[in-house]
Structures are given as C-alpha cells and as structure tokens.
C-alpha cells in the first residue's frame, strides 16, 4: 500500500529523476503474495524498466529481469491450474447428466421387451456382467522385457458389479457400476510375488484417462 501511494505522489509530482524500481519491486512482491500473479509480472516489469531508464548496474538489471521470468512462470502455472479446475467442473457437470441418463444403446438387443412408450421397464444384468467380467479379467498376464510375469489370478469376493438396462419411450439406456480387487502372481527367476490391484469408479459416466479427475476417469490402488 505505500508503495503505491508513493508512485502515485511522484506521478502527480511529475518527477521523472526519482528511481522507481524499487517501488514497483515491492509492490509486485506484494501482488505475488496476494497471487495475484498478472499485477505482480506488470509491476516487476516496469521495475526492470525503471533499472534500465536510471541507468542501474547491469548485475541489478539481470537480477528484476529474473524476477520477470520467475513471476511470468507463475502466472502461466495458476492460470493453467485454473483452466483445469474449469474443466473439471465442466466434465462433473457432463458426468452428472450421463449419470442419471445413462449410455444409450442403439440397434436391437439380446432380449425383448414389450412395454408401452410411457412405462420404464429395468433388466437387471448384474450378475450376467460379473461372469463376463471374470472371464475376461482372470487370466490376464503381462511380460517385461527381461522375462518377468503378473497375472490376474482372482477376482476378489469384495468385488462388487452393477448392471441394468433401461426401457423407456422406445429408447434403452445402460447403467454399470464397478469396483474389482484383483489379485494377482508374478514371476521372475525362479521368485513369485503375489499381490492386489483395485480397479474402481469404472461406470458409465467415466472413462479410461491417466491421471485424469477422480470424477470422471477409473481409478486405480
């Protein structure tokens, strides 16, 4: 606050001998603290070009435009983690909708249902998509280069899969929930290891994405 009060005195004094930059290097320290990273990038600026209007040493003009390139970075990284926030908040909303409407299925299914446009009709497939699922996860191995092995031995008990199939207005939609312990052996040079890995939040409104939103994406432990 008195650094500003202070360039505005000398702006009013129309004083252009004074040195300003180091008011406008304490006053972008300032706006950092307070992250507010675009004023702090300005005002280092303009210290860096008041170092250079006083003639300051070369060592002095070098250190401010440090200071520049160190707050620029910062600004770009709070403005990209404010990008990803949005976003995020995008994809719950999008998630949100696909929750409650769930995945639409096109073209005829295994089964027929005769039920009027006005009446929701539920199948339940829970326990048709557990057996799939074992037999599609038990068995699953991956080879190193060097030789080593992990494979999918076991579904766990623990492991719980929901899923259905909706019939309203002549329109079907799927709802599936997932949570799968899978316990797993590994092999190398004669050694074994056994161990688990949760797969989990795999549904219908998330997808397949490294690092993604926990939100949004499978998660994994």
Do not use: P
């Not at 992250?35 to 250079?52: I, P, T, Y």
């Not at 899923?163 to 052996?185: P, V």
Request: net charge neutral.
């Amino acid at each position: 606050k008195k650094a500003t009060m202070a360039i505005v005195a000398i702006k009013q004094a129309e004083d252009q001998s004074f040195d300003q930059s180091k008011l406008y290097y304490r006053r972008s320290l300032a706006c950092e603290a307070l992250q507010e990273f675009g004023m702090a990038v300005d005002d280092m600026s303009r210290a860096l070009q008041h170092a250079k209007a006083s003639a300051q040493s070369l060592v002095e003009q070098h250190r401010l435009k440090g200071e520049v390139e160190r707050l620029k970075k910062l600004k770009a990284s709070a403005e990209a983690e404010l990008e990803k926030k949005q976003q995020q908040k995008t994809n719950e909303k999008s998630a949100e909708v696909q929750r409650l409407q769930g995945k639409e299925l096109k073209g005829e299914g295994g089964y027929s249902s005769q039920v009027s446009s006005e009446y929701l009709a539920e199948q339940d497939f829970s326990h048709w998509t557990m057996s799939r699922v074992k037999e599609a996860v038990i068995g699953l191995t991956h080879t190193a280069e060097n030789g080593a092995t992990i494979q999918i031995v076991e579904l766990q008990e623990q492991s719980k899969v929901t899923a259905s199939i909706t019939n309203k207005k002549g329109k079907r939609a799927l709802y599936y929930d997932m949570d799968l312990h899978c316990a797993w052996l590994g092999k190398s040079a004669g050694n074994e290891m056994k161990g688990l890995i949760r797969v989990y939040n795999i549904a219908h409104d998330t997808k397949f994405e490294l690092g993604g939103d926990e939100n949004t994406s499978y998660m994994y432990q």
